[in-house]
Each structure stands twice: as structure tokens, then as C-alpha cells.
């Protein structure tokens, strides 16, 4: 009974029903009939929830029984209370009822580890007899006297009037002034407060008693508050409400009274003692505070972090928006923080409690203690993964945000997946607002104040501003900021100024793409050309692209699927560790060394790099450093994307600085791998499909394909245009051509080095390998030769370097044929060479050369005279044999092979057996006695 009329009491403010009495009554208007106050009640006042629940009906009265038989089994306190005790409460609240002093002193001692306590007014309330007297007989008529009851009523009302709410009548200081007395006398020690130390004697029995608790104010209670994850429901909700009468006033805490008071005193004179104010101006002083008043406070801080009923300041100038946006949401558990923080960007939330709520949130992140939801969901892994940072700790509030740093920093090492949610949500609210990143906030405050003094924190502004203004910024911020942008380059969520302007593009390019692991940011790089991308988006697509390929480190998924690669091909390139950004040297690295690169997710996510960089000279921080000027002079009026640049480039090769044309080769030798690689095949994507849709894409294969149904009537002129274009160039220098690139490295180092540095855009290296043909040992070289040398006949243009020895040829023998039919020319000389025509030597061996032949016939590979020597060689040494069979001289260019030994031994036999055979077949052939006969069929006009 005790505990339930108290709840009804306490719960005035929490949407107390009707049907429940109020616990303070307001005076009437003045025109009203007053009411009789005169008479004080004869008892207790009906316990409103008691009675609420017994007008349910049948089924609601069992449930009161059930709480009932709940309630007595955690509160049997009461009843093991002494008699005496009991008897002495009830006498000395029939008293105070009358208007009665007790002399008699009271003793509580319920808890028995907090010590025996006298009870003020002998019923643990405010005394009806002293100066509260009028306010009582008129603002709390109603309520009966003793434990609290009177207090808790006339606090209320003042608190009422410090509103502003109140009409009427007022309560006086000296009555102010007592009740006040009154609630910080009774917070020294829980016996004080009957319902608090019924509520809670089991749990402090359990974890409070005589052997963890010192001999000092309040002690019993501030255990109480320690350990309040653990208490029973009850016993927590009573340890609330004193929490939030400490919040409004430093000295209902016994211990902030004890230890904080002097430095109140000094530092806060004048300073209202309500509503949390002189805490408030304790904090703001925190630098001039005595150690244990800073411990004090902050412990107190941490206490009442996760209910915003205990946060005096919030509370004050948040209630409105509270009622407004989250009406419904209980308290504790930080529910109500959540709430209020979800909502402080709409348009009707107060600015007011906004800069109070995001002060809070500026104060939270520097101490992961000062966040309740984080401290309790990241319990177990702040413990494993940052407990160095945590230890380090000193018992006042920290200053860097170093446990929650941590737990960014490490987060794929976190076990607890809602640990893992609150320090998502936590990143998403720093990349916001730079006063939730500590580390970043102090490191670049100067620089702040200096280059970004007029932008107001939220929407990454503040972030964007230093990004800006990057090369102006000291080496502090800038190695602090760079470290920020790798931990914000993991998820769209944390790319504000991105994630904002593209919010309707994300749902269309990528809504069934996860969140995390930069996915959906990979999705809109790769459709930054897509032509229903708003401008908007696509600038903020841009800006990231270029911005990551600065450095590997701001790309996360090249980063994570490479790391161990980057280690093994890239460790002396630049340090990881700097500071700053690599300048796209560790990307231009992983590109130029992909061939050797394992890792098949690393191998698909530079593929996927060397797209974007290919797609826009922006992407290739390398390149256009070293083209800067070269693309001012020359391609100034292009627009960047889909390849525009490049291709502007290459058509200026003959005039760029050294520099710009050899980074613009080496991303052309990247392209000649793969044509997914060159933005303007995307004209043959219809050809692809349906010629090539067998295909795998790679090692120049597709192109291949395309070159291969070229003279299809229904090959598109886009297309054909296309292949021709990189057919010629690839032709005037053998590495833009993969096939003859990969294969023949060798045979060109051994045969070509002399025109290998010198003939880029002349042919020289094909030429001479063309040349050069017999002696080539290497089949796979041999043949990718006659490939090329095939294709660039059958696509023949005048004056080209490769197939300039037949210009003449053509211009005599092919007359009237046309250069712009695929294959004609080529069809044309083979036929002259079939006929015996005149061709000059040179041509005649391009046409030798290009013919294609039967590759099985020679140990599966087109094979040249030097191949069959070099393989009949291999093929002795194997067998052991000592002397050799076949022999050749290469020095003397000739195609003859002498045969020696045995093996001439072999072919001689070999020629009678062909000569026998042949004759025995011409006689069968001409006697008729192997007549053939013909089977006819007529059937149908078909």
C-alpha cells in the first residue's frame, strides 16, 4: 500500500488518468467557491491504481491479485519491518495529519547496512507544523502526511511555478527553503526515505551491504545507482526518482553535495540552485574544479546519460518538442534521446532544443561513458578489442573520443552486431557534423577558425569546407582529415553531401545493393554516364571518383581486396603511414603489375578501377597530373567522361609532353586487354551479344570476335568504325595488341630490341618480327604474327606502316577493288600470289605469311621452319639420342632443312611408301576397278 500510493504520487506527470486523484491540487479561480481545507483526512487517500484496476471487471481483479501476490514477494520487507516501527510511522502520520507536532523520535532502519536514521517530523515527510504549514492545508489538502508524500507534493508545485505554469497562489521561500532541506537531508542516508529503503532492501541486502559499502552519506544509495542495470523494477524506479530530483539540485546527491559545495559556492554564487543550473555552471568551469568535485559530476553525468528526464537542462527547453515528436516513447534506455535526436532536423523542431540536444550530442562523443546506449551495447567489445583505450580513462570526463575512435577503427573486428549498429549509427552522425568527430574537431579547430569560420556545422558542411581547402591546411588537420575520409570511404551512409544528392538515383541504380562495404558507392560510380543520373548526383559521383583516386586507401573495396597484394607489388611505393595521400602512385601500381596479381577479388576490383579511370582522365590522379597542361591546350573544350578525353588526347599523341604521352600509353596497353575497357565499344554491344555472347571477355578475346564477323552485312557502322580504329592503332605498335604483347615478349627481347624503344606508331617491332618470321622459336608468337599480320591486310588502308611494302602491289594488280570492303584487298593479293604474279618480295611474304593454315599438322601450332627445328631438338634431348637428325642454318635465312642419320634413313622410306601408294591408286583409279556410283534423289519442287 505504501508503494502503490507513492507511485500514484510520483506518476503525476506521466499521463496520469482521470480517474486517478492529482497528488497537488491548483487553487480555484478567484471567482470560485474555495474549498474546505480545514479538515485533514482521516485516512490514507484510495490507491487510484488499485482502484482502476478492481472497476475492470473479474479478469482485471485476478491480474491485481497476481501483482499482489508479485508484490509481496518482493517486497516482504514491509512486513519484516519491526512492529514498533510501524506502529510509530502511523502514530506520528496521525499526528502530522492533525496539525500536531511529534516529539518522539523516529528510527528507520530497514536497510540495515545504510544504519539506523532518524525520520524528519517522525513520518519521514515534511513537517505540517513549520513553514510549510498554509502551503500544505492549501496545495495538498488531499494527501495524507508522512514518507515523503507532503514533499513530493509541495516540490510539484514549485516546480510548477518555476515554469511559469502556475496561477493563483504561490508557495513562500521559507517553505521553499524547507522542503528543499528537507529532500537533502533525506538523501544522506536511504533509511530516510520509507519507500525507497522498502522498495529496495532486497537489493541492497544483495548488492549493497555492510561488506562493499563505506560509512559515508548516501552510500547505500549511490551503490543503488552503480548497479541499477541489476535492481528489480521497483527498486530501479525508485532509484529514478531520486536521480531526477538530483539532477535539478547538485545537493540531493549526497556525495556531489559533500564534495562539490565549495567549489559551488566560489564559482557559482548567485546561480539558481533548480533545475540543474548550478551543474550546469559547474561544467562550464570544469577547468577551475578540485579533482573530486570533477569525479563527482562526471559520475553523476554518466549516471543519468541514458533518461532524459534527468538531464534538468534538456528537459527545460526540450519538453514541448518531447510532447511533439515522441509522445509515446517511455523513458530510460535512452529511448527519448534517440527519439529527440531522429527529429532535430525537421522543420518544426524548436532551435532552441536543437543547440541544447546537439551540445549534448558534442559532449557525448568524448567520452563513450557520456553515451548510455553505446556504453551498454559495446560492453563485452569494448572490453576485447578497445580495452587499452578504455583503461587509459581517467575517473573525469575524457576530452578525445578515444574508446569510440577505437571501435571505428576496428569495427569488422566487433563480435556484438548491435554494437556494431550503434557504431554505424555513431560514424553516420560524425560524417555529418564535425563536433561529433573529436579527433578531427581538435586537430583542426585553428584551421576552422581560419578557413571555415562562417560555415555552420550539419550536413558535412564543416567537412567539406576542409576538404576544399586541403592545401592551405596545417599538417595536423590535413593527416587527421585523410584519416577520417579512409574510415568514411566504407559506406554510402557516411557520404552525406553523395548519399543526399543522389537520393532518388540510389533506388534506381542500386536498391537491391546492400549498404556497406562501399557497395552502393561502386554502383554509382559505375553508372556516373547513365543519361536518367540527375546533375546533381553525377557531380557528387564525379567529385568522389576523383577524390579517391588520389589514393588506394580511399577506395575500400580496392583497398580490402588488395591489401595483402599491395604488400607483395606495391610495399616501396609509398608509405602507408604518411599521413597524406599516394597521388594514385599504389593504384597505377596495382594496374601496371595486375598480371601478377592472385587474388581473384583483388584482380576484380582493379578490373573495375581501370574502367572508371579509362571512362574519365579524372579517375587517374597519375595521368592527370602529368597531362594537365596537355588537356588545357589540346582537349579544353571536351567533356570529361565516357572516354572523351583520352581519345582527345590520342589524337593530339604527336604533340604532347613526354610525360602525358607515355601515362596515356600505359593506360592504352591497359585498355588493349579487354575492350569492357574502352568506353566507346559500348557501339558493339549489340555485336557482342549476338556473335560473340560464347565468348569470355579478356586477353583481347571479344575483339578478336568483332575482328572475326567484321565483313557481316548486318555489322553495324559504329562498330565497324570502332574495330578499324583500334585495329590501326594497335597495328602501328605491337604492345596495344595483347595477343602479340603477351606472347612474343620474349622473341621481341631476343629478336626486335634494337627498334623496340624507337618505333612506337611506325610498326617497327612488327615489322621486324614479320622479318624475322622463320627464326621465331616460339609457335604462340609465330602465330599471333600471322594473326596480326592477317588482320591488317584484310583491313588494309593506304600508307599504314605495317602493310606499306604492298601499297605498290595494290595500287598495280588490285585495281578497282574497294579498300572499304572489308577483306577485299587481302582477298585480291592472295589470288595475285596464287597466280604466280609479280608481288614484290616483301608483300609476298606478308601474303605467305597471313595465309592461314592447317595447325594440326605440325605438332598442334602453326609452326615456322626454326619451330620445327627448335621442337624436333627438344624431342631428342628427351630421348637421349647424342647425335643430331635434323639440321638448319638460321643465320643464312634459309627455309631448307637437312636431314641426317637415321632420320634421312626414315624419310626415305617415308617418300617411297607416298610414291607406291600413289602409283597404286592412279591404276585402280584408271582400269575401273574402283568405279564410284552416284545416288540420285528427286523429290518435290523444293
Given at each position: 500500500?505504501?508503494?502503490?500510493?507513492?507511485?500514484?504520487?510520483?506518476?503525476?506527470?506521466?499521463?496520469?488518468?482521470?480517474?486517478?486523484?492529482?497528488?497537488?491540487?491548483?487553487?480555484?479561480?478567484?471567482?470560485?467557491?474555495?474549498?474546505?481545507?480545514?479538515?485533514?483526512?482521516?485516512?490514507?487517500?484510495?490507491?487510484?491504481?488499485?482502484?482502476?484496476?478492481?472497476?475492470?471487471?473479474?479478469?482485471?481483479?485476478?491480474?491485481?491479485?497476481?501483482?499482489?501476490?508479485?508484490?509481496?514477494?518482493?517486497?516482504?520487507?514491509?512486513?519484516?519491518?519491526?512492529?514498533?516501527?510501524?506502529?510509530?510511522?502511523?502514530?506520528?502520520?496521525?499526528?502530522?495529519?492533525?496539525?500536531?507536532?511529534?516529539?518522539?523520535?523516529?528510527?528507520?532502519?530497514?536497510?540495515?547496512?545504510?544504519?539506523?536514521?532518524?525520520?524528519?517530523?517522525?513520518?519521514?515527510?515534511?513537517?505540517?507544523?513549520?513553514?510549510?504549514?498554509?502551503?500544505?492545508?492549501?496545495?495538498?489538502?488531499?494527501?495524507?502526511?508522512?514518507?515523503?508524500?507532503?514533499?513530493?507534493?509541495?516540490?510539484?508545485?514549485?516546480?510548477?511555478?518555476?515554469?511559469?505554469?502556475?496561477?493563483?497562489?504561490?508557495?513562500?521561500?521559507?517553505?521553499?527553503?524547507?522542503?528543499?532541506?528537507?529532500?537533502?537531508?533525506?538523501?544522506?542516508?536511504?533509511?530516510?526515505?520509507?519507500?525507497?529503503?522498502?522498495?529496495?532492501?532486497?537489493?541492497?541486502?544483495?548488492?549493497?551491504?555492510?561488506?562493499?559499502?563505506?560509512?559515508?552519506?548516501?552510500?547505500?544509495?549511490?551503490?543503488?545507482?552503480?548497479?541499477?542495470?541489476?535492481?528489480?523494477?521497483?527498486?530501479?524506479?525508485?532509484?529514478?526518482?531520486?536521480?531526477?530530483?538530483?539532477?535539478?539540485?547538485?545537493?540531493?546527491?549526497?556525495?556531489?553535495?559533500?564534495?562539490?559545495?565549495?567549489?559551488?559556492?566560489?564559482?557559482?554564487?548567485?546561480?539558481?540552485?533548480?533545475?540543474?543550473?548550478?551543474?550546469?555552471?559547474?561544467?562550464?568551469?570544469?577547468?577551475?574544479?578540485?579533482?573530486?568535485?570533477?569525479?563527482?559530476?562526471?559520475?553523476?553525468?554518466?549516471?543519468?546519460?541514458?533518461?532524459?528526464?534527468?538531464?534538468?537542462?534538456?528537459?527545460?527547453?526540450?519538453?514541448?518538442?518531447?510532447?511533439?515528436?515522441?509522445?509515446?516513447?517511455?523513458?530510460?534506455?535512452?529511448?527519448?534521446?534517440?527519439?529527440?535526436?531522429?527529429?532535430?532536423?525537421?522543420?518544426?523542431?524548436?532551435?532552441?532544443?536543437?543547440?541544447?540536444?546537439?551540445?549534448?550530442?558534442?559532449?557525448?562523443?568524448?567520452?563513450?561513458?557520456?553515451?548510455?546506449?553505446?556504453?551498454?551495447?559495446?560492453?563485452?567489445?569494448?572490453?576485447?578489442?578497445?580495452?587499452?583505450?578504455?583503461?587509459?580513462?581517467?575517473?573525469?570526463?575524457?576530452?578525445?573520443?578515444?574508446?569510440?575512435?577505437?571501435?571505428?577503427?576496428?569495427?569488422?573486428?566487433?563480435?556484438?552486431?548491435?554494437?556494431?549498429?550503434?557504431?554505424?549509427?555513431?560514424?553516420?552522425?560524425?560524417?555529418?557534423?564535425?563536433?561529433?568527430?573529436?579527433?578531427?574537431?581538435?586537430?583542426?579547430?585553428?584551421?576552422?577558425?581560419?578557413?571555415?569560420?562562417?560555415?555552420?556545422?550539419?550536413?558535412?558542411?564543416?567537412?567539406?569546407?576542409?576538404?576544399?581547402?586541403?592545401?592551405?591546411?596545417?599538417?595536423?588537420?590535413?593527416?587527421?582529415?585523410?584519416?577520417?575520409?579512409?574510415?568514411?570511404?566504407?559506406?554510402?551512409?557516411?557520404?552525406?553531401?553523395?548519399?543526399?544528392?543522389?537520393?532518388?538515383?540510389?533506388?534506381?541504380?542500386?536498391?537491391?545493393?546492400?549498404?556497406?562495404?562501399?557497395?552502393?558507392?561502386?554502383?554509382?560510380?559505375?553508372?556516373?554516364?547513365?543519361?536518367?543520373?540527375?546533375?546533381?548526383?553525377?557531380?557528387?559521383?564525379?567529385?568522389?571518383?576523383?577524390?579517391?583516386?588520389?589514393?588506394?586507401?580511399?577506395?575500400?573495396?580496392?583497398?580490402?581486396?588488395?591489401?595483402?597484394?599491395?604488400?607483395?607489388?606495391?610495399?616501396?611505393?609509398?608509405?602507408?603511414?604518411?599521413?597524406?595521400?599516394?597521388?594514385?602512385?599504389?593504384?597505377?601500381?596495382?594496374?601496371?603489375?595486375?598480371?601478377?596479381?592472385?587474388?581473384?577479388?583483388?584482380?576484380?576490383?582493379?578490373?573495375?578501377?581501370?574502367?572508371?579511370?579509362?571512362?574519365?582522365?579524372?579517375?587517374?590522379?597519375?595521368?592527370?597530373?602529368?597531362?594537365?597542361?596537355?588537356?588545357?591546350?589540346?582537349?579544353?573544350?571536351?567533356?570529361?567522361?565516357?572516354?572523351?578525353?583520352?581519345?582527345?588526347?590520342?589524337?593530339?599523341?604527336?604533340?604532347?609532353?613526354?610525360?602525358?604521352?607515355?601515362?596515356?600509353?600505359?593506360?592504352?596497353?591497359?585498355?588493349?586487354?579487354?575492350?569492357?575497357?574502352?568506353?566507346?565499344?559500348?557501339?558493339?554491344?549489340?555485336?557482342?551479344?549476338?556473335?560473340?555472347?560464347?565468348?569470355?571477355?579478356?586477353?583481347?578475346?571479344?575483339?578478336?570476335?568483332?575482328?572475326?564477323?567484321?565483313?557481316?552485312?548486318?555489322?553495324?557502322?559504329?562498330?565497324?568504325?570502332?574495330?578499324?580504329?583500334?585495329?590501326?592503332?594497335?597495328?602501328?605498335?605491337?604492345?596495344?595488341?595483347?595477343?602479340?604483347?603477351?606472347?612474343?615478349?620474349?622473341?621481341?627481347?631476343?629478336?626486335?630490341?634494337?627498334?623496340?624503344?624507337?618505333?612506337?606508331?611506325?610498326?617497327?617491332?612488327?615489322?621486324?618480327?614479320?622479318?624475322?618470321?622463320?627464326?621465331?622459336?616460339?609457335?604462340?608468337?609465330?602465330?599471333?604474327?600471322?594473326?596480326?599480320?592477317?588482320?591488317?591486310?584484310?583491313?588494309?588502308?593506304?600508307?599504314?606502316?605495317?602493310?606499306?611494302?604492298?601499297?605498290?602491289?595494290?595500287?598495280?594488280?588490285?585495281?578497282?577493288?574497294?579498300?572499304?570492303?572489308?577483306g577485299a584487298i587481302g582477298r585480291c593479293l592472295a589470288k595475285q600470289v596464287t597466280d604466280n604474279a609479280a608481288l614484290t618480295p616483301g608483300c609476298k611474304k606478308m601474303v605467305m605469311l597471313a595465309a592461314p593454315k592447317d595447325a594440326?599438322?605440325?605438332?598442334?601450332?602453326?609452326?615456322?621452319?626454326?619451330?620445327?627445328?627448335?621442337?624436333?631438338?627438344?624431342?631428342?634431348?628427351?630421348?637421349?639420342?647424342?647425335?643430331?637428325?635434323?639440321?638448319?642454318?638460321?643465320?643464312?635465312?634459309?627455309?631448307?632443312?637437312?636431314?641426317?642419320?637415321?632420320?634421312?634413313?626414315?624419310?626415305?622410306?617415308?617418300?617411297?611408301?607416298?610414291?607406291?601408294?600413289?602409283?597404286?591408286?592412279?591404276?585402280?583409279?584408271?582400269?575401273?576397278?574402283?568405279?564410284?556410283?552416284?545416288?540420285?534423289?528427286?523429290?518435290?519442287?523444293?
Amino acid at each position: 500500500e505504501h508503494y502503490l500510493a507513492h507511485s500514484c504520487v510520483s506518476d503525476r506527470h506521466e499521463n496520469q488518468p482521470p480517474s486517478c486523484p492529482r497528488a497537488s491540487k491548483r487553487k480555484s479561480p478567484a471567482n470560485s467557491a474555495p474549498r474546505d481545507r480545514s479538515a485533514a483526512p482521516a485516512s490514507r487517500p484510495p490507491l487510484c491504481l488499485a482502484t482502476r484496476i478492481m472497476a475492470r471487471g473479474p479478469a482485471a481483479r485476478a491480474l491485481l491479485f497476481l501483482f499482489l501476490a508479485a508484490f509481496l514477494s518482493h517486497h516482504s520487507a514491509h512486513a519484516q519491518a519491526s512492529k514498533s516501527l510501524i506502529a510509530k510511522l502511523e502514530e506520528a502520520e496521525g499526528s502530522q495529519a492533525a496539525g500536531v507536532a511529534v516529539d518522539a523520535v523516529v528510527l528507520s532502519d530497514v536497510v540495515e547496512s545504510a544504519g539506523s536514521a532518524e525520520l524528519a517530523s517522525g513520518d519521514g515527510d515534511v513537517d505540517t507544523t513549520k513553514d510549510c504549514k498554509a502551503e500544505v492545508k492549501f496545495f495538498c489538502s488531499t494527501i495524507r502526511p508522512g514518507e515523503g508524500r507532503l514533499a513530493t507534493c509541495l516540490a510539484n508545485q514549485i516546480e510548477e511555478e518555476e515554469k511559469g505554469s502556475a496561477t493563483g497562489r504561490k508557495t513562500l521561500p521559507p517553505c521553499q527553503a524547507e522542503v528543499r532541506a528537507f529532500k537533502i537531508d533525506r538523501a544522506n542516508n536511504v533509511n530516510k526515505d520509507i519507500p525507497l529503503a522498502l522498495g529496495c532492501k532486497a537489493d541492497a541486502v544483495k548488492f549493497c551491504n555492510s561488506s562493499n559499502v563505506y560509512e559515508e552519506p548516501g552510500a547505500v544509495l549511490t551503490c543503488l545507482r552503480e548497479v541499477k542495470d541489476k535492481l528489480t523494477d521497483i527498486c530501479q524506479d525508485l532509484v529514478t526518482r531520486t536521480q531526477i530530483d538530483a539532477s535539478k539540485d547538485y545537493k540531493v546527491d549526497a556525495m556531489l553535495n559533500e564534495l562539490c559545495t565549495a567549489d559551488a559556492e566560489l564559482l557559482c554564487v548567485g546561480v539558481p540552485s533548480t533545475d540543474g543550473k548550478v551543474q550546469e555552471c559547474l561544467r562550464e568551469k570544469r577547468a577551475h574544479l578540485s579533482w573530486d568535485c570533477q569525479e563527482e559530476l562526471f559520475r553523476q553525468e554518466v549516471e543519468n546519460a541514458d533518461d532524459v528526464r534527468m538531464s534538468a537542462v534538456l528537459l527545460r527547453v526540450c519538453m514541448r518538442d518531447k510532447k511533439k515528436f515522441c509522445a509515446d516513447v517511455k523513458p530510460g534506455n535512452a529511448r527519448a534521446k534517440e527519439c529527440l535526436e531522429d527529429n532535430r532536423n525537421n522543420p518544426e523542431f524548436s532551435a532552441e532544443c536543437k543547440t541544447t540536444f546537439e551540445e549534448m550530442m558534442v559532449r557525448r562523443a568524448t567520452d563513450f561513458r557520456l553515451d548510455a546506449k553505446l556504453r551498454d551495447l559495446c560492453k563485452v567489445d569494448v572490453d576485447q578489442v578497445c580495452g587499452y583505450e578504455k583503461d587509459s580513462l581517467d575517473s573525469i570526463a575524457g576530452y578525445d573520443g578515444r574508446v569510440l575512435e577505437c571501435l571505428q577503427d576496428y569495427k569488422d573486428e566487433l563480435v556484438t552486431p548491435a554494437c556494431k549498429k550503434r557504431v554505424h549509427r555513431l560514424t553516420v552522425r560524425a560524417a555529418a557534423d564535425i563536433r561529433m568527430d573529436r579527433p578531427l574537431s581538435d586537430a583542426c579547430y585553428d584551421d576552422r577558425q581560419k578557413l571555415c569560420s562562417g560555415v555552420q556545422p550539419g550536413d558535412a558542411r564543416v567537412l567539406r569546407c576542409l576538404q576544399d581547402s586541403r592545401e592551405q591546411l596545417s599538417y595536423e588537420c590535413r593527416a587527421t582529415l585523410f584519416d577520417q575520409e579512409v574510415r568514411l570511404a566504407e559506406d554510402i551512409d557516411f557520404q552525406f553531401p553523395l548519399k543526399k544528392a543522389c537520393a532518388a538515383e540510389i533506388p534506381r541504380f542500386c536498391k537491391d545493393i546492400q549498404h556497406g562495404g562501399a557497395r552502393v558507392i561502386q554502383c554509382l560510380l559505375l553508372h556516373d554516364e547513365a543519361t536518367d543520373m540527375g546533375d546533381e548526383c553525377r557531380t557528387e559521383v564525379k567529385r568522389h571518383e576523383t577524390r579517391s583516386a588520389k589514393d588506394y586507401r580511399l577506395n575500400y573495396r580496392l583497398n580490402k581486396a588488395c591489401d595483402l597484394e599491395i604488400d607483395r607489388l606495391c610495399a616501396d611505393v609509398c608509405g602507408p603511414f604518411s599521413g597524406q595521400a599516394c597521388e594514385g602512385s599504389v593504384i597505377q601500381c596495382l594496374t601496371q603489375k595486375a598480371d601478377n596479381v592472385t587474388d581473384q577479388a583483388c584482380k576484380k576490383e582493379i578490373f573495375i578501377m581501370e574502367k572508371i579511370m579509362a571512362n574519365d582522365v579524372r579517375a587517374d590522379a597519375v595521368l592527370e597530373k602529368a597531362c594537365d597542361n596537355d588537356i588545357s591546350t589540346f582537349c579544353g573544350d571536351v567533356e570529361p567522361g565516357n572516354g572523351r578525353v583520352h581519345e582527345c588526347l590520342r589524337n593530339h599523341r604527336d604533340k604532347l609532353s613526354k610525360q602525358c604521352a607515355a601515362e596515356e600509353l600505359k593506360l592504352n596497353i591497359i585498355q588493349s586487354s579487354d575492350i569492357r575497357l574502352r568506353p566507346g565499344f559500348k557501339d558493339c554491344s549489340e555485336e557482342m551479344n549476338v556473335y560473340c555472347k560464347d565468348v569470355q571477355p579478356g586477353k583481347g578475346r571479344m575483339f578478336l570476335c568483332l575482328q572475326g564477323n567484321l565483313a557481316k552485312v548486318d555489322f553495324s557502322q559504329a562498330c565497324k568504325l570502332r574495330v578499324e580504329e583500334k585495329q590501326s592503332r594497335q597495328q602501328n605498335y605491337y604492345m596495344l595488341d595483347f595477343g602479340v604483347r603477351s606472347a612474343c615478349k620474349a622473341t621481341v627481347d631476343r629478336l626486335c630490341a634494337s627498334v623496340k624503344g624507337s618505333g612506337h606508331g611506325k610498326a617497327a617491332v612488327l615489322k621486324c618480327l614479320v622479318e624475322k618470321h622463320d627464326a621465331i622459336a616460339e609457335s604462340q608468337c609465330a602465330s599471333e604474327i600471322s594473326r596480326a599480320t592477317r588482320m591488317a591486310l584484310w583491313q588494309y588502308r593506304k600508307g599504314v606502316a605495317l602493310t606499306q611494302t604492298c601499297d605498290a602491289d595494290v595500287e598495280k594488280l588490285c585495281t578497282g577493288v574497294s579498300v572499304s570492303t572489308v577483306g577485299a584487298i587481302g582477298r585480291c593479293l592472295a589470288k595475285q600470289v596464287t597466280d604466280n604474279a609479280a608481288l614484290t618480295p616483301g608483300c609476298k611474304k606478308m601474303v605467305m605469311l597471313a595465309a592461314p593454315k592447317d595447325a594440326k599438322a605440325l605438332f598442334d601450332g602453326e609452326m615456322t621452319t626454326a619451330a620445327v627445328v627448335a621442337k624436333v631438338e627438344e624431342i631428342e634431348r628427351k630421348a637421349g639420342l647424342m647425335a643430331a637428325f635434323i639440321k638448319n642454318d638460321a643465320s643464312s635465312g634459309s627455309s631448307m632443312v637437312t636431314l641426317t642419320g637415321w632420320m634421312a634413313l626414315a624419310a626415305v622410306a617415308a617418300l617411297v611408301v607416298v610414291v607406291i601408294g600413289g602409283s597404286v591408286f592412279v591404276y585402280r583409279k584408271y582400269t575401273g576397278q574402283d568405279r564410284p556410283y552416284t545416288l540420285v534423289v528427286k523429290g518435290g519442287d523444293v
